[in-house]
């Protein structure tokens, strides 16, 4: 996935844009966090259509890590899922803020608000996306075998739980079935690196293959 080059003074992003009126921005009075994560970058979807466009349309996938739920309107607008899962842990792991990461407004952005942003912007359409507030491996675990056609694995981003992810998620998925990974960076010196390590080790561990 290459990355953007997007100025973090008024995010600007046409492919989220174009996906019509954004329901979530009437939390921003209430939710001033969310206001100014979102106004001042985020994640964005410009550089991702390129994996929007390799999942499968029409079938049952889940996010892992969801954050505001911008991804997710996407994926919705997309894929057309017949069912989506929309997992994250927010206040259970985090409290009442997200840490200071680089899309928190300085770890203002409210837990809450991203909650609330998310089931606003994927509401429709209605009985599509089921919201679960759960760490990713209790939820993997309560899950049917082979119940997921896809999944988009955007968690934790550490060594070990993103293979213990990756290890929870594969007697999950169907025959064929896809994990797509973002941040999966091959340059040693970047801070996402240990995603492609995990990713790399699975693969040899396992008769998952890597496109
Ligand atoms: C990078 S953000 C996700 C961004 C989102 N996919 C998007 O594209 O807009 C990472 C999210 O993963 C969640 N997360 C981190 N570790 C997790 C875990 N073990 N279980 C569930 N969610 C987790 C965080 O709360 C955070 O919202």
Redesign the pocket.
């Known amino acids: 996935m290459s990355e953007t080059k997007e100025t973090l003074s008024g995010y600007s992003d046409s492919a989220y844009e174009a996906l019509g009126a954004d329901p979530a921005r009437k939390l921003y009075l209430q939710y001033p966090g969310l206001k100014e994560a979102e106004e001042s970058g ?2 964005k979807i410009k550089s ?1 259509l390129d994996i929007l466009s390799l999942i499968p349309r029409n079938k049952i996938g889940a ?10 309107r996407a994926l919705i607008n997309y894929t057309k899922p017949e069912r989506l899962y929309l ?4 206040h259970l ?2 409290g009442s803020h ?1 840490p200071n ?1 680089n899309s928190t407004a300085e770890g203002k952005l409210e ?1 809450d608000a ?1 909650i609330k942003a998310t089931r606003l912007r994927t509401a429709e359409p209605k009985d599509v996306a089921k919201i679960v507030i ?4 209790p939820w993997l675990e309560s899950l049917p075998p082979l119940h997921l056609d896809w999944v ?1 694995l ?4 550490g060594y070990k ?1 993103t293979k213990m ?1 990756l290890a929870a998620i594969s007697p999950k998925m169907k025959i064929e079935g896809l994990i797509f990974l ?2 999966c960076r091959s340059d040693r010196s970047h801070r996402h690196h240990n995603v492609f390590r995990a990713v790399q080790e699975f693969s040899k561990e396992t008769e998952w293959e890597i496109f």
């Open positions: 985020g994640p991702r996010e892992i890590g969801v954050f505001t739920g911008r991804f997710s997992v994250d842990a927010w792991l985090w997200f990461w837990t991203a759960s760490e990713s491996l988009y955007d968690s934790s981003h739980k992810e973002d941040d």
